[in-house]
């Protein structure tokens, strides 16, 4: 039986390299991939690209490559991020800039570019694409106007294509998490894009991989206080056969456990109906999983049925949503909670009398309601952080609203301290997600490899 090692190397944009180093130095791991992206993510990223046109990636990905190529490079190991975010072009010259300063003049890195519906919104509804939101129904017209990017999940293919051309690291935009990971199984074990039960292996597989420790004990809701190592939790490695069975265990000596319980939480993950787990390969039923302890730290999975793909892919589109501006105070017991309350009130009214008129606004008492809202017990706490935004029309009106709240220091219930001053305004981007056909984006994915010398 042909089977491939692959190993997780991120969760998420900020995450630690650390987890990849004890991946890629177990010394048996062909593959590594890195997920960067989440919704929030693209909207940060596109803020960084409005401030910056040569930006839009992950800012710490030269730092992952200067620390994993001379590990990787020398081993064989093939690394594939979609880090690259709103600008994956500009993150893989960022990966041969990397490669050139290691003397790596040899590595070939590859682009996956096509994600990127920013400047095709138009067109495509000119060719009669129906572009309204797949939750509300809304039409697109109610917020083209402020439309600041455009993305699609793309599937394995393109990956596929860069691999075979020998690319040792690629760098995509928004590609589906899993199929990151399906990439490289499809590579090296010979899968047909129409094998739906080997491809949905493949995407349960890289749906427990994604986000890096939290298949691995970490984020663990059983007993996780007795989940030794976390400061080193080993990330995700999974041997998988060509007849879609997998082991799934972590680097040997690292934190973390890999159980049924801990693999079986991760699986659940983001799911929204697990028979039918959307993805632009496959249809994965996630009911139809079997896992199996077969020793210390490995489960093995099996089973796994899917169906055939989607005709569409999904658009996450962002739009300008108005400005946000915050208010915060501590305080502390006796009546650290009503103190809150009363501020909050207070806030309101200062705002109201500034001529501040907010669109919505926001209220939490942080150690007591932040979390759970009107579902969490009340009670007597020792200390609470009011929080109170609130969004606007306008980034000089968000600027205006903290200072609202200044006059509280002296003047309102008895406090201990916090940002009661002006914190700045912040844009927010509302999310807008849609459906496309796949192939009125497909025709345009372009995979560009080369060697990190040719740019010298």
């Known amino acids: 039986m042909t089977s491939i090692r692959i190993g997780a190397g991120q969760g998420f944009y900020g995450d630690t390299p650390d987890g990849a180093v004890d991946v890629a130095t177990s010394g048996d791991v062909r ?11 693209m909207a940060i990223l596109q803020k960084d690209r409005m401030r910056n046109p040569e930006g839009g990636y992950t800012r710490d990905l030269p730092g992952f490559m200067r620390r994993l190529l001379p590990i990787t490079h020398a081993m064989g ?37 096509g994600d990127d519906l920013s400047m095709r919104v138009d067109e495509l509804i000119a060719a009669g694409v129906d572009l309204r939101n797949m939750d509300t129904g809304d039409d697109l017209a109610s917020v083209r106007a402020r439309i600041v990017f455009a993305v699609v999940y793309l599937g394995a293919a393109p990956i596929v294509e860069a691999l075979q051309r020998g690319a040792e690291v690629v760098v995509t935009g928004r590609v589906a998490d899993a199929s990151l990971f399906v990439a490289p199984m499809v590579h090296e074990l010979g ?25 691995t004990g970490g984020n663990f809701s059983g007993d996780w206080w007795n989940i030794a190592g ?51 390969d496959v249809v994965a039923d996630f009911t139809s999983v079997h896992l199996e302890e077969v020793a210390a730290d490995v489960v093995r999975v099996s089973g796994v049925h899917g169906t055939q793909r989607p005709d569409t892919l999904k658009v996450i589109a962002g739009y300008l949503d108005g400005w946000m501006g915050t208010a915060m105070i501590g305080y502390s017991w006796p009546d650290a909670e009503p103190k809150a309350r009363r501020s909050a009130e207070l806030i309101e009214r200062l705002a109201q009398r500034a001529g501040l008129e907010p669109l919505e606004m926001v209220t939490e008492v ?72 796949r192939d009125t984006v497909e025709a345009g994915v372009h995979v560009d490899v080369h060697a990190a010398g040719d740019e010298a």
């Open 31 to 41: 593959y590594i991939c890195f997920d960067a992206l989440a919704e929030l993510t």
């Open 77 to 113: 190991i093939r690394l594939i991020t979609n880090a690259g975010g709103m600008n994956p072009a500009g993150a893989a010259e960022a990966v041969r800039s990397a490669a050139r300063d290691l003397g790596m003049t040899d590595l070939r890195v590859a682009s996956v570019t």
């Open 191 to 215: 899968w047909a894009f129409d094998d739906w039960d080997r491809l949905a292996a493949g995407v349960v597989l890289g749906h427990l991989m994604e986000c890096s420790g939290q298949a």
């Open 230 to 280: 976390l400061d080193r939790v080993g990330y995700p490695v999974c041997e998988m056969n060509d007849d879609g069975t997998a082991l799934l265990t972590k680097p040997r000596g690292t934190g973390g456990r890999v159980s049924v319980d801990t693999v079986k939480e991760q699986l659940l993950y983001e799911v929204l109906d697990p028979r039918r787990y959307m993805n632009p």
């Open 366 to 437: 942080i150690g007591i309601d932040s979390l759970h809202g009107d579902a969490a017990p009340h009670q007597d706490a020792n200390e609470v952080l009011l929080r109170v935004a609130a969004r606007f029309a306008t980034e000089e009106e968000a600027a205006r609203f903290p200072r609202a709240a200044m006059p509280l220091a002296l003047n309102g219930p008895p406090f201990i301290g916090g940002a009661a001053g002006p914190s700045g305004s912040r844009a927010l981007l509302g999310v807008w997600p849609a459906r496309v056909p």
